[in-house]
């Protein structure tokens, strides 16, 4: 089993595709000091400048949505896809941001194990890959990789002994929705080994991507042309490494490594030109930021917000790539809230003070007027926050809920 180290760094998310297969890249060589590496000196953190928060009464209107006994159309426009689940069954549903009650069932799921389960709508709408614990065990590398057909509700298992995964579209599809990337690990403690691989929906074949000997892997995003996988590697530091899956030779490369120690990096921008990062900036007394590291090595990493003695800011990516939304801990005379911080200006300003709900962002809509967020450590009710911050949308379930993605077109 992997050492809790590991495991705490190994929960990154992204949104990402595949087109083709490749082998094994040389190189993935061990690795001699564990990470994190020695205490870096201190770096000074810049002035973040607020502007005032828009006018907001005491409260946003809360909206309860209905719980509908039967499947509704839905509107044109953003939906949200999120799992319900109650003991052993997990219900994914689609409903349009809009008007919440119009919704309708896309899949259901046995969890048998009743440990969880992960996962990810295809780039067109039709397939759901998912990852699950077979009956009696308890062990997230032991998953099984599953793939339903919407359309005609046929499901097939691609591989066994995966690992579960914990971060957004994992699994995760290829830009064409014929391949599926998933993680296995191979050893025990800090011999493990951690792979990453690919799987052909119509063949079966399984292809290594890359692998991270007594370390961890993740892949992030694509380039804008789908011929680029970027990926996370960490062994003894985190290494921002991308993969040109168009070349003849198939040879992993590393771009930079992130020149902090607990980075949690989930986001590329919009652009592919920047990684959206949670960084240790000092360790004693801890203290946290939220920062931007550029792809090109040559340039400096941009602290966006710091201070916060944990892991407060949950950074992710406005659509316009111009901003970055957070969580900002009170200041002064300002409350504590959502907001939402220009990556040129630097300039904060919040949307959604906080009253007796705390907000984690999880992701925008694709035309920028829905957040998702969730509470700390709660799955029992998702929100749907406008962009303004004068309507929050609730949906609360009979059971458990988790956000899965959002979707733009039609679904079966």
Not at 300 to 325: F, H, K
Request: glycine letters at 6%; aromatic letters at 8%; a neutral charge.
């Amino acid at each position: 089993m992997r050492k809790q180290s590991i495991l705490v760094l190994a929960l990154l998310f992204a949104v990402i595709w595949l087109g083709t297969g490749c082998a094994l890249p040389a190189g993935a060589g061990q690795r001699s000091q564990p990470y994190p590496p020695p205490d870096p000196p201190p770096s000074p953190a810049p002035t973040l400048t607020r502007v005032a928060p828009p006018t907001v009464g005491p409260t946003a209107t809360k909206t309860v949505t209905p719980f509908p006994t039967s499947a509704s159309p839905l509107l044109p426009g953003p939906k949200v896809v999120y799992e319900e689940h109650t003991a052993g069954k997990r219900t994914i549903w689609a409903a349009s941001a809009d008007n919440l009650s119009l919704r309708h069932i896309l899949a259901t799921i046995d969890d048998p194990a009743q440990f969880g389960t992960q996962e990810s709508l295809s780039h067109d709408g039709r397939k759901i890959a998912y990852t699950v614990l077979p009956a009696g065990s308890h062990n997230r590398d032991n998953a099984d990789l599953w793939v339903i057909d919407l359309v005609s509700s046929q499901r097939r298992k691609l591989a066994s002994k995966v690992d579960i995964g914990g971060y957004i579209n994992y699994p995760v599809w290829s830009p064409d929705d014929q391949w599926v990337i998933f993680n296995r690990h191979q050893g025990q403690d800090l011999a493990t080994t951690d792979i990453l691989s690919a799987i052909n929906i119509a063949t079966g074949v399984e292809t290594t991507l890359d692998s991270a000997p007594a370390g961890a892997i993740f892949a992030l995003d694509w380039s804008l042309d789908g011929h680029t996988l970027y990926y996370l590697k960490y062994t003894t530091r985190a290494e921002l490494w991308s993969l040109d899956l168009t070349q003849a030779a198939k040879t992993a490369k590393s771009i930079r490594p992130i020149e902090a120690e607990y980075a949690r990096c989930y986001f590329m921008s919009p652009n592919r030109q920047y990684l959206l990062c949670t960084i240790l900036q000092v360790r004693n007394p801890p203290k946290y930021a939220a920062a931007m590291i550029p792809v090109q090595a040559a340039l400096p990493m941009t602290v966006l917000a710091s201070g916060a003695p944990d892991e407060i800011y949950s950074p992710i990516w406005r659509p316009n790539g111009q901003d970055v939304t957070v969580r900002l801990p009170a200041q002064a005379s300002q409350p504590s809230g959502l907001g939402n911080i220009n990556i040129q200006s630097r300039s904060a300003s919040m949307f959604v003070p906080y009253n007796d709900w705390h907000f984690i962002p999880r992701a925008w809509s694709t035309n920028g007027q829905w957040l998702v967020a969730q509470l700390p450590g709660k799955n029992t009710a998702l929100f749907l926050i406008s962009n303004t911050g004068k309507q929050i949308q609730q949906i609360i379930p009979s059971g458990g809920i988790e956000f899965i993605t959002w979707f733009d077109g039609n679904l079966p």
